[in-house]
């Protein structure tokens, strides 16, 4: 049984799912996952990536970081180890996690994606706003960036901001 109560270690906790997934799921099946814990009194956040796209840090001061550290997406290799990261949110900072339907819309007329870069430009726009609305400024900077064109993926967004 795999439990992440009372997770002491994000990566450990990720490989014992890793395992259970392997040996239950068919072949051609696997799962991009991203766990992470934040503390909110300190702004210390512990991850583990498995494979999903990186989740952006939009710093208030200072350049996007990246939170990939963790390893392969899940299900493929049951013996495999998983890493943990650890990041810090500061005060204004905004995590952004999202699936590859946001990054990956691309424009009907041209061959261009939403990108990484764009999305955390729509995030520092909106940085001093609420959550929810940084969110919905995500969304609808995707559809105008698609012109509309029905999503090729889900579109998903969930952002945790530090005040």
Request: hydrophobic share 40%.
């Amino acid at each position: 049984q795999v439990l992440f109560e009372e997770c002491d270690n994000v990566a450990s906790s990720v490989t014992r799912l890793n395992k259970a997934i392997a040996t239950n799921c068919p072949d051609n099946r696997f799962i991009t996952f991203f766990v992470c814990i934040v503390n909110p009194a300190t702004g210390a956040v512990t991850y583990t990536n498995a494979g999903h796209n990186p989740p952006l840090l939009v710093r208030r001061a200072g350049p996007v970081e990246t939170l990939g550290t963790g390893g392969i997406i899940l299900g493929i290799m049951p013996r495999f180890t998983y890493q943990q990261g650890e990041a810090q949110m500061d005060p204004g900072d905004v995590l952004v996690l999202f699936s590859d339907g946001v990054t990956e819309a691309a424009r009907p007329d041209v061959d261009e994606e939403f990108g990484d870069e764009r999305l955390a430009d729509v995030v520092r726009k909106h940085a001093d706003r609420p959550a929810g609305a940084i969110v919905q400024a995500v969304i609808e900077a995707v559809s105008q960036f698609t012109q509309g064109a029905p999503a090729a993926d889900d579109i998903t967004v969930v952002v945790a901001k530090r005040v």
